[in-house]
């Protein structure tokens, strides 16, 4: 299979799986949020700000692994290829081990902080069990996640994405069935953490199962640790380390300054914002892994012409994902906050807004960070979101200081407008470094990627402002019944809109945002992707 039917495949089961996601997310985030309380449902997010930090300790080796699978797939040197995985297995498992450590540490110092100080015994109990379920998660996310890896460097993301699938779905039935508003807050906390732990182990099974029958020449054995490939390892995953060390400083310190700076109650409100942000991001960046080991190989095969097309492509394939889904957000973010959620709250719409805007900045330089990562150019951008992560994490800490107690939502709205400053100037240094990379300009990156996009984007824009000044008004000062009946119908009059200016959008994306030539292609590798799927079904 070619690179053209490899992408279509990959990222059709991306976000056949991601749409999955967010469907199950879009339901039981409400329905925990308003299950667990405001208390809970902030000492979940805060655990969860916590714990990302802790799968760090992959020490890059994700990404090492999708770059020597793909690289050893060219040469099928076997032996090589087994003894890199198992040697990284190793290493897996002893920072495993290190994180439960951590977690078990974290766990007695809990009342430490001062928002814990104030809980009942009962609460405190019920949050130390619920942050050891997720210490077993993160262990089970380090040690078994190469597995998930070795696949993803085979090109083989569609199995991936199905196991994911499956798993994500009982996921948000268990979440249903077992988080119940008759239990108290600590309960709900306690199971929630649990089931989202056993999710985690069956996905991790499903690695496994998938990666012998998919790629049986891959064979992970502790016989086969080398010790003399862990400086090369090292040499190649400390600064994938050291960038996702700096990307989760910004993504995920607001969060926890929020939850030591203010109450678990302005977590969990500033988590409805963070959490629609996260959907486009996550959205758009999985379908990042897709280009990685393909990036590997042009740059194996010294295919430099291939390459910028490649990135290119990437690059505007992002931006036109994302700038719709930004468009939509801002017009239609307050009416769907409050219907989705019940949640009336002034400052989230603007935070919202202001993180989506974040987004879009992130998503359209994706192409550019896997690009240098994948080329081992990656040391440059490693420096600038060091730097830059360490200048967002000191201004958000003085300005939870600065910001005086009690205003929680000055605080949240200030953490927003410094992470956008800080990813607009990541966004314009990064992308300069990677168009003298590969080559290309800021003017080409204008014309082939967004003046295109932007102007398919206008007649979609125009069509979802007048729905919104058309719409009826959302009535939420109603009995609880006659509320919740209000804001099903508000959602269900907001999905059909969605659709109608998505519709409105692809069709101008489609003649306008698209050249004759890139119509032409797209129609042959669909074309070539519908009858081999054919093939392969009879």
């Not at 926890?256 to 996550?282: E, H, K, N, P």
């Not at 012409?305 to 990437?314: I, V």
């Not at 969605?498 to 959008?505: D, L, W």
Request: aromatic share 14%; proline share 3%.
């Amino acid at each position: 299979m070619g690179f053209s039917q490899t992408i279509v495949r990959n990222t059709v089961a991306t976000y056949v799986r991601y749409t999955v996601v967010i469907l199950v997310q879009f339901v039981t985030f409400p329905y925990m949020l308003n299950t667990l309380g405001d208390t809970a449902y902030g000492i979940y997010g805060f655990f969860w700000a916590v714990a990302c930090y802790l799968i760090l300790l992959d020490m890059g080796m994700s990404s090492a692994v999708v770059k020597y699978v793909a690289r050893c797939r060219i040469v099928e040197d076997w032996k090589s290829l087994n003894k890199t995985i198992s040697t990284i297995f190793v290493i897996y498992l002893f920072f495993g081990i290190i994180a439960i450590l951590l977690c078990a540490v974290i766990i007695v110092i809990l009342p430490v902080f001062h928002n814990f100080r104030e809980l009942t015994p009962d609460w405190l109990a019920h949050a130390r069990l619920a942050f050891m379920m997720i210490g077993l998660n993160v262990f089970m996310l380090l040690t078994l996640s190469i597995f998930r890896s070795i696949l993803v460097g085979a090109q083989r993301l569609d199995l991936v994405n199905l196991g994911e699938a499956t798993i994500q779905v009982l996921y948000g039935v268990s979440i249903f069935v077992l988080v119940r508003k008759s239990q108290t807050p600590p309960q709900n906390l306690l199971i929630a953490t649990s089931t989202f732990t056993v999710a985690t182990l069956l996905t991790s099974i499903s690695y496994i199962v998938m990666m012998l029958r998919a790629f049986p020449q891959a064979r992970i054995s502790l016989r086969l640790f080398d010790r003399s490939q862990l400086r090369e390892l090292f040499s190649f995953s400390a600064a994938a380390l050291m960038l996702r060390v700096a990307i989760m400083f910004i993504y995920g310190s607001d969060q926890v300054v929020l939850g030591i700076f203010a109450v678990f109650a302005t977590v969990a409100i500033y988590q409805i914002a963070v959490r629609i942000s996260d959907m486009l991001r996550t959205f758009v960046s999985t379908t990042s892994t897709i280009f990685e080991p393909i990036v590997s190989e042009l740059h194996s095969a010294q295919r430099n012409e291939d390459l910028r097309n490649l990135f290119l492509l990437f690059t505007k394939m992002c931006f036109s994902i994302g700038l719709p889904i930004v468009m939509l957000g801002i017009i239609f973010g307050q009416p769907f906050i409050v219907a989705w959620t019940g949640k009336t709250n002034e400052t989230i719409p603007w935070a919202l807004a202001v993180l989506l805007v974040v987004a879009l900045f992130d998503l359209t330089q994706i192409s550019a960070s896997r690009v240098l990562l994948m080329t081992e150019k990656h040391w440059y951008q490693t420096k600038v979101w060091v730097i830059g992560s360490l200048a967002f994490l000191t201004v958000s800490v003085i300005i939870a200081n600065v910001v005086p107690a009690g205003q929680n939502d000055a605080k949240m709205m200030g953490l927003a407008l410094n992470k956008f400053i800080c990813l607009v100037v990541l966004f314009c240094i990064i992308m300069s470094y990677t168009f003298s990379h590969v080559a290309t300009q800021w003017r080409a990156f204008f014309v082939k990627c967004v003046l295109p996009v932007v102007t398919a984007a206008v007649p979609a824009a125009l069509v979802a402002i007048a729905l919104r000044l058309f719409d009826y008004p959302l009535v939420y000062y109603m009995q609880d019944g006659e509320r919740r009946v209000q804001r099903v119908r508000s959602l269900l009059n907001m999905t059909w809109q969605g659709c109608v200016v998505g519709a409105v959008y692809l069709a101008a994306w489609w003649f306008i945002a698209l050249t004759s030539v890139e119509r032409g292609k797209f129609k042959n590798v669909i074309s070539a992707f519908l009858q081999k799927f054919r093939g392969a079904s009879a």
